[in-house]
């Protein structure tokens, strides 16, 4: 061929420019496809269960649900799959940094030409590796302020109604009761929840944020401090406590939380967050309400020193009132001398009414000796002569006696007499009154202002005068 050498001809002659199939030679050329599927059965068919220890990186999960991850080691790393369905079933929230262990099979993604762990289940790679997600989680919550003394409410004093958020079935729902029927009965909701496993986590915050969510006066009475609850067990057994999910409800709770999570040494994220921390469920039952006994003592006792309170000024001043008492002299003698003084003028005084009441008894005899019946008939006789005359006297000075004699007496219309004829005709209307009757007149020349129905002044049936 032109331009190539004589060993270029050789390689090309030897290697061909089209392929073509060789003598005896019965091996079809595979696809990718082809092989990547060959790949995929060759390595699900050796590694059908494969159990990894590793440290979460790339942590990741999709809208789906799906969780993607990276496991690495110091010198190697896999990539892994978790689909939906097991993803949901995980009792912790991976995150990266954290060691776990991994159960799957080993499958291979053709879209990379890689291979990669497609997980069914994933632990947490010992207690170590446990408490080191706790102290990260810790950290990271705390950063926020969801632990922060300021946001820690006090709880109420005497409770009405109180939330429980624990098993139904368990023993610290009895013991909780148990102990608020001994100290204050009160009205006790229980929301029942699983409290470790599959689930727990999201059952107990739902159940506080449903008790923040109860309006007050509902039909389903809301409570005014919750308890969660939960008896002891290990760091796994507890670790639904621990979940950012419960923390995060406990923190936004509207209502005073007592967290009672295990016993007195076992400590979870949800003590942080809550506004008391209970060693035990009892104890949580303790803290919520008073002893009813001691609160009816205390008040006996409050309406004892009240009323020491109220009579104590009163002992006081009788006291002060008998030491002043004490040093008055005696009350005779304080009117000896009075009394002394006051003899000498009664003894005059007793004489002298003496002496004016038998002056009086003379003068009194003086003056009755006239009184005699005769001379008192006579006066009484001489009286109704005197009074006979007064009343004869007022008959006659009457303005009404002359009018017996034919005499007339005129007046206007306000019931005023008129004594001249000059005031007479400056009035519209005039009353004669004779003996037996009055008579309405109107002054010669005089005009009164007609009435509906009525007959004007001075025409026929009506009398002039002047």
């Known amino acids: 061929m032109p331009g190539l050498s004589s060993d270029d001809d050789d390689y090309a002659l030897s290697q061909g420019l089209v392929a073509k199939p060789s003598p005896g030679d019965n091996a079809a050329p595979l696809t990718i496809t082809e092989i990547s599927a060959l790949l995929k059965r060759t390595v699900e068919h050796a590694f059908p269960f494969v159990r990894l220890r590793g440290e979460l990186s790339g942590v990741k999960r999709a809208g789906s649900g799906h969780l993607y991850l990276r496991l690495k080691d110091e010198n190697a790393q896999i990539d892994g799959v978790m689909w939906r369905g097991a993803a949901q079933r995980l009792a912790f929230a991976p995150e990266d940094g954290i060691e776990v262990i991994v159960t799957g099979k080993l499958t291979t993604y053709a879209g990379r030409s890689s291979y990669q762990i497609v997980v069914e289940s994933m632990e947490i790679a010992g207690e170590g590796a446990l408490l080191a997600l706790l102290e990260k989680t810790r950290a990271r919550l705390e950063a926020e302020g969801l632990f922060a003394s300021e946001r820690k409410r006090p709880l ?19 013991d909780i009761i148990h102990r608020l029927e001994d100290r204050c009965p009160c009205h006790v909701l229980v929301w029942p929840v699983l409290v470790q496993g599959e689930g727990s986590a999201q059952q107990v915050a739902s159940a506080v944020r449903g008790f923040s969510g109860l309006e007050p006066g509902g039909p389903v009475p809301r409570p005014e401090v919750v308890i969660v609850a939960r008896g002891g067990g290990s ?71 009240k009323k020491r309170a109220i009579l104590r000024p009163v002992a006081l001043g009788r006291e002060r009132l008998e030491a002043r008492i004490a040093r008055l002299p005696r009350p005779e003698a304080m009117v000896a001398q009075a009394a002394q ?55 006659q000075l009457s303005p009404e006696a002359p009018l017996s004699r034919g005499y007339v007496m005129v007046s206007d219309n306000a019931g005023h007499v008129v004594k001249t004829a000059a005031e007479g005709r400056t009035k519209h209307a005039l009353t004669l009154r004779f003996k037996d009757g009055a008579l309405d007149v109107a002054p010669a020349g005089s005009v009164r202002k007609s009435r509906p129905g009525a007959k ?7 009398a002039e005068l002047f």
């Open 156 to 174: 109420p004093f005497l409770p009405r109604v109180i939330g429980v958020v624990t098993s139904p079935t368990g023993a610290v729902i009895r």
């Open 235 to 305: 760091i796994e057994d507890l670790w639904s406590f621990n979940e950012e999910i419960v923390v995060r409800a406990i923190a936004e709770s509207t209502i005073p939380v007592i967290s009672a999570v295990g016993h007195e040494t076992d400590t979870t994220l949800a003590d942080h967050a809550a506004d008391r921390r209970a060693p035990t469920p009892t104890a949580a039952a303790e803290m919520a309400v008073p002893v009813r006994a001691e609160l009816a003592a205390t008040l006996d006792e409050l309406a004892l020193r």
């Open 341 to 395: 003084r006051l003899d000498d003028p009664s003894e005059r005084l007793q004489r002298a009414l003496t002496d004016r009441a038998r002056q009086a008894g003379n003068a009194l005899q003086l003056a009755a000796s006239p009184l005699r019946p005769a001379l008192l008939t006579r006066s009484l006789a001489e009286c109704r002569v005197r009074l006979d005359a007064l009343e004869r006297l007022r008959l």
């Open 456 to 462: 004007a002044e001075g025409g026929p049936g009506q």
